[in-house]
């Protein structure tokens, strides 16, 4: 047979030779024999070096040994494309460099491995809701009304209608969809020109939403642990090869089961102080608060009913407790922080509009938004994942940016 792919390392005794090739499939080492081939067969493998694009033809005997169990007895070598210096050698190198050959970087096994769980993780996603029932809906990229706050938009000229901003949520959309269609989620890049270069951040990432209706907050809590739980299950069972290449410990991702321990923000104050955190009640956690409350789990945990002050303008009131809203965050364990944002929405037309006034939002771009409280109002709830938090949790790499192919930070616009 002929196999296509890229040289990934050579080695040579004079006699007989050693190519092992990679496809985007896996490794196949090919061994050339000098005496059984042409003397330009040899040639060519001579000069191959390291990216080189080749086809090699040859006879496959199964070998266990050989990296993917199989090697191919080469009898004919053709040079496709050479590589001459590739840039990144098998030695180290600094990570600006690596984001700056980030196109040439994807090909490491170590990236790979990356990708594919990151794929396992979207695929999951997209099974869970199918499997339970949700409709994709599609909502815009380009909004008339900031979905989150207006703090970290990215806004661009819009024809004679002046801003649009590139969505921060899909959120809002589809709560006017979960009204035509009961249970839906969107999945699909959000934007925030966040100014912090934390490795949480990203100005582009991807985020899935789904949005219940007649779910309360507890629902919505209920349907997260056993979304993160599949979701985490699936890349356990799928991509174990994957999370050895990046030896991950698995075993903490083995504990993430449902039910999910719950504290409630007042709660988790108290606790983080008692832990040595000076947060007083009223600020939203930090990053290094939600490291040390998740320390406390054996799994993720969630913090519900925040302060409203410093939660978004759509979250429902606490009905027990005015100052606070009906909402949680997920955090992950290990340091990983926030991986989902949820609450139960505020359903009282004015009560919403009152919000929106306070938060300085233009009450004109939400009227379209309030008409779900105008028009057969009800109880719904939804939450937002994080797709690079969660593939970086599951990898267990310590930065978000190598969870996606080509990263969006405040410094890093290309490639
Ligand atoms: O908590 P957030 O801001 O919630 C929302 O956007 C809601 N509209 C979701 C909803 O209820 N439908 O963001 C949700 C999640 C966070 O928990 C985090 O995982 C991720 O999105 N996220 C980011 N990931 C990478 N870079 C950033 N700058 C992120 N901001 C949020
Ligand atoms: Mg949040």
């Not at 815009?140 to 703090?151: C, F, N, S, V, Y």
């Not at 035509?180 to 951040?201: D, I, M, N």
């Amino acid at each position: 047979m002929t196999v296509r792919g890229w040289v990934a390392t050579t080695r040579s005794s004079g006699k007989i030779a050693f190519l092992v090739m990679r496809d985007g499939s896996g490794l196949l080492q090919c061994v050339i024999s000098k005496k059984d081939v042409a003397p330009g067969v040899w040639e060519a493998f001579q000069s191959l070096t390291q990216e080189a694009s080749v086809a090699v033809t040859g006879a496959v005997r199964a070998d266990a040994r050989a990296p993917g169990g199989y090697e191919l007895l080469a009898t004919d070598l053709v040079l496709l494309g050479a590589s001459p210096e590739f840039p990144i050698s098998p030695k180290e190198h600094g990570t600006t460099f690596l984001f700056e050959h980030r196109h040439l970087w994807l090909r490491s096994r170590r990236q790979v491995a990356i990708a594919r769980v990151r794929h396992e993780v979207v695929q999951a996603i997209r099974d869970f809701f199918h499997q339970r029932g949700f409709t994709l809906v599609d909502t815009p990229i380009l909004t008339g009304a900031i979905g989150e706050e207006a703090g970290n938009l990215f806004a661009t000229d819009y024809f004679d209608l002046g801003k649009a901003y590139l969505a921060q949520t899909g959120q809002l959309y589809v709560e006017a969809a979960a009204a035509a269609l009961g249970k839906v989620y969107c999945f699909g890049p959000t934007f925030r020109a966040e100014k912090s270069k934390t490795r949480r951040h990203l100005t582009e990432f991807w985020m899935v939403e789904p949005e219940v209706a007649f779910n309360d907050s507890n629902d919505n809590m209920r349907l997260q642990e056993e979304f993160v739980s599949y979701v985490v299950g699936r890349a356990l069972d799928a991509r174990r090869a994957e999370l050895r290449e990046l030896e991950r410990d698995t075993s903490p991702l083995e504990r993430v089961q449902a039910p999910f321990p719950r504290i409630s923000y007042s709660d988790a104050v108290a606790r983080l102080n008692a832990l040595g955190s000076d947060i007083r009640w009223g600020s939203d956690l930090g990053g290094d608060d939600e490291t040390l409350l998740a320390k406390e789990y054996d799994r993720p945990v969630f913090v519900f009913n925040y302060p409203r002050e410093v939660k978004a303008f759509y979250m429902k009131e606490n009905p027990d407790d005015p100052r606070t809203v009906l909402n949680n965050d997920c955090l992950a364990p290990e340091g990983y922080g926030e991986i989902i944002g949820g609450s139960q929405r505020e359903d009282d037309h004015d009560r919403l509009l009152a919000r929106i006034e306070a938060q300085g939002l233009d009450p004109a771009s939400y009227g379209w938004y309030l008409d779900l409280r105008k028009y057969g109002t009800f109880v719904h709830s939804g939450f937002g994942l994080g797709v690079e938090r969660t593939v970086a949790w599951i990898c267990g790499i310590p930065h978000i940016r190598e969870a996606i192919a080509f990263p969006r930070q405040i410094h890093r616009l290309h490639p």
